[in-house]
């Protein structure tokens, strides 16, 4: 859904294990993380580990080659942080 520059989505896990149950397990309903576009992930992480917060990715994956997104954990005392990398012409 989206809402003025901002986008909501609203996610349920089938089945399978991922990031979503295992929250689910931990935590019950509830948000999840908080996702941001940046120009590159990679840069992203450098700067973390330039500051001493280190990278604690804790799930990693692309769509088609077009998206790569990277959950961070433990950076604030609330939700995951997702990182979305556009790759290609309609980046």
Same mark, same amino acid.
């Given at each position: 859904m989206r809402?003025?520059?901002?986008?909501i989505e609203l996610i349920q896990p089938l089945d399978g294990r991922s $990031?979503? +149950?295992?929250?689910?397990?931990?935590? %019950?309903e509830g948000v999840h993380h908080l996702a941001y576009v940046v120009g590159s992930i990679d840069q992203h992480l450098e700067?973390?580990?330039?500051?001493?917060?280190?990278? $604690?990715? +804790?799930?990693?994956?692309?769509?088609? %080659?077009?998206?790569?997104?990277v959950?961070?954990?433990?950076?604030?005392?609330?939700?995951?942080i997702e990182l979305i990398e556009r790759i290609g012409e309609d980046a």
């Open positions: 809402t003025g520059s901002s986008e $990031p979503y +149950t295992e929250f689910l397990d931990l935590h %019950g700067s973390l580990r330039a500051t001493g917060e280190g990278a $604690p990715v +804790t799930f990693e994956a692309s769509i088609a %080659g077009r998206t790569r997104f959950y961070l954990d433990g950076l604030a005392h609330g939700p995951a």
